[in-house]
C-alpha cells in the first residue's frame, strides 16, 4: 500500500515521446522570452514601490512608512499567486499546457499597463491605492500560473538527460526580465525629479504592451507539450490536480515549498529592499544604486546557468550545498560592504553575493519538474514554487523594512536572509536525501520518492536509477 503524500507515480505517467529537436529549441526559447517578459512586468512594480509609488499614492504618511505601504501593495501580488497556480494549474494539467500560458501571458499584459494608466492619489483620492491594489492582484494570479507552465513547456520537450538544463531556460527569464525592468528605471533617473514622478515612471508599464504581443506571437508558434499528449491520451485526468496533489503528494509539496525560498525570497531582500535602504538611509543616489543593481543582474545572468550545469553532473544534493554554502558568508558581506556607502565596494558585494543563489535557482525548475506525474504537474510545481514566493519572497522587503524600523539594525535582516537559506539547504537535501540523480528520463516524477523515503517508509515503485 502507499503512504500518503508519497505516491508513487509510475502508474499515472508514461515514458516520455521522443521529442523533435527543433521543437524542443523552439519550446526552450519560448520559455526564456516569454518568462523574460512577465518577469520584467512584475519586476517594474518593484523598482516603482522602491523609488516613487509610496509619494504617489500614499503621500500622507511619513516616507519610511509611505515606502512600507508600497511594499507591502508589492505583497499583494504574491499572496495572489498561489491562487494563480491552482487556477491556471487545473487548466494546464486538464487541457494542456500551450493555451495556458498564452492566456497568462496576456493577462499580466493588461494588469501591467492598466497600471502604467493608474491615477494617483492626487487626482482620485483612495481609489487610487485601492485600485492599485487591485491591478497588482491580477499581475499576481497571473504570475503565479506563468511560472509552472513556462518550465514544463522547456522541461518536457526537453531531449533525454537535459530536464534541468532546459528547466533553466525559464529560469533566465527572471534575472533578465529583472535587469530589463532595472535599466528602464536607471534610464528614466536621468530625467528631473518632477518629470519622473509625474509621468516617466509610467513609461515601462505602457512599454510592456509592445513586449507581451512580442511573446504572445512566439507562444502561438509552439506545439502542446508532447508528455502531456501522451498521458491524456493514455488516461484522461479525472480527478480535481488540486485534490490529487494534496491527497497523494502532500509531503513531497511541503519539503518543495521550503526548497524554493532561497531561489525566490533572496532576489527581493538584495534589489528590492537593498535599493530603498541603500537610497533612504545610506545617502546613495538613486541612479548610483540603481547601477550596482544593473552589474549585480548582469553577473546573475552571467553566472546562473552554470548552476543547471553543475546539477546535472553532479549528485543533486552535493550540488545544492555546494551552491548555497557561500551564500552563509556572502550575504552579510554584502550588506557590510553596501553599508560602507562606497560604490565599488557595494557593486562588489552585490555582484559576490548574487552567485550563489543565481546557480541554485537555475537547478530549481529542473528538479522540481521531475518531483510529480505529468496530469498533476503544472499544480505541484505551481503551487510548490508559488506558495513560497507568497509566503517569503513577497513578504521579504515587508518584512526587511520593518525588521530595521523596529531595530534600527541592518543584521536583523541579514539574519532573515540566512534563514531563508538555511532552510532551503534542509529541505532541498532531505527531498533528494540518499539519491544520486540529476534527471528521470523516461521516470518523471521517480525523484519524488526520496523526499519521503525516511519518513513514509518505502514505496511500491522501484528506486530510479542514476544516469551516470
Request: with cysteine; aromatic share 10%.
Amino acid at each position: 500500500m502507499n503512504n500518503p503524500g508519497s505516491a508513487p507515480i509510475s502508474e499515472t505517467t508514461p515514458p516520455a515521446p521522443a521529442v523533435d529537436p527543433k521543437q524542443g529549441r523552439r519550446a526552450g526559447s519560448a520559455a526564456f522570452i516569454g518568462t523574460t517578459i512577465e518577469w520584467f512586468d512584475f519586476y517594474i512594480y518593484g523598482t516603482a514601490s522602491a523609488l516613487v509609488l509610496g509619494d504617489l499614492f500614499f503621500p500622507d504618511v511619513s516616507p519610511a512608512m509611505g515606502t512600507l505601504a508600497a511594499f507591502a501593495t508589492f505583497a499583494v501580488g504574491f499572496i495572489a499567486r498561489p491562487l494563480g497556480g491552482i487556477v491556471f494549474g487545473h487548466f494546464g494539467d486538464k487541457f494542456g499546457r500551450k493555451n495556458t500560458v498564452i492566456t497568462t501571458l496576456l493577462l499580466m499584459g493588461l494588469a501591467t499597463v492598466g497600471v502604467g494608466l493608474l491615477p494617483t492619489y492626487e487626482q482620485i483620492g483612495f481609489m487610487a491605492p485601492v485600485l492599485l491594489v487591485i491591478l497588482r492582484i491580477i499581475q499576481g494570479v497571473a504570475m503565479g500560473g506563468e511560472w509552472g507552465g513556462a518550465v514544463l513547456i522547456a522541461t518536457e520537450f526537453a531531449p533525454p538527460g537535459k530536464k534541468i538544463l532546459y528547466g533553466a531556460f525559464a529560469q533566465q527569464g527572471s534575472p533578465v526580465g529583472n535587469l530589463l525592468a532595472t535599466v528602464a528605471f536607471l534610464c528614466l533617473t536621468y530625467m528631473s525629479a518632477e518629470n519622473f514622478g509625474a509621468w516617466g515612471w509610467r513609461i515601462p508599464f505602457l512599454a510592456s504592451a509592445i513586449l507581451i504581443l512580442v511573446g504572445l506571437y512566439i507562444r502561438l508558434k509552439i506545439t502542446e507539450s508532447p508528455e502531456m499528449i501522451a498521458a491524456t491520451q493514455k488516461e484522461p485526468q479525472k480527478r480535481t490536480p488540486i485534490v490529487e496533489l494534496l491527497r497523494n503528494h502532500w509531503k513531497v509539496v511541503s519539503l518543495a515549498i521550503g526548497a524554493v525560498v532561497t531561489g525566490v525570497a533572496i532576489t527581493y531582500v538584495k534589489t528590492t529592499f537593498a535599493l530603498s535602504w541603500a537610497t533612504t538611509d545610506l545617502g546613495f543616489g538613486r541612479t548610483e544604486f540603481l547601477q550596482v543593481v544593473t552589474v549585480a543582474l548582469v553577473a546573475q545572468v552571467i553566472v546562473q546557468p552554470f548552476g543547471a550545469v553543475l546539477a546535472s553532473k553532479l549528485n543533486a544534493s552535493r550540488a545544492i550545498l555546494i551552491m548555497l554554502l557561500p551564500e552563509l558568508i556572502l550575504l552579510p558581506a554584502m550588506f557590510l560592504l553596501i553599508q560602507t556607502g562606497n560604490y565599488w565596494l557595494a557593486m562588489l558585494g552585490m555582484v559576490l553575493a548574487t552567485a550563489p543563489h543565481a546557480m541554485y535557482y537555475a537547478a530549481l525548475a529542473g528538479v522540481l519538474a521531475q518531483l510529480f506525474p505529468t496530469t498533476i504537474r503544472y499544480t505541484g510545481i505551481s503551487v510548490a514554487y508559488q506558495v513560497s514566493t507568497a509566503l517569503f519572497a513577497g513578504t521579504a522587503p515587508f518584512l526587511s523594512q520593518a525588521l530595521l524600523n523596529a531595530t534600527g539594525t541592518i543584521w536583523t535582516v541579514v539574519g532573515l536572509g540566512l534563514f531563508y537559506v538555511v532552510l532551503s539547504a534542509v529541505c532541498m537535501s532531505l527531498l533528494l536525501r540518499g539519491k544520486s540523480w540529476t534527471d528521470r528520463e523516461g521516470q518523471p516524477g521517480h525523484a519524488a520518492e526520496s523526499a519521503v523515503a525516511t519518513a513514509a517508509g518505502p514505496v511500491t515503485s522501484p528506486a530510479p536509477q542514476s544516469n551516470h
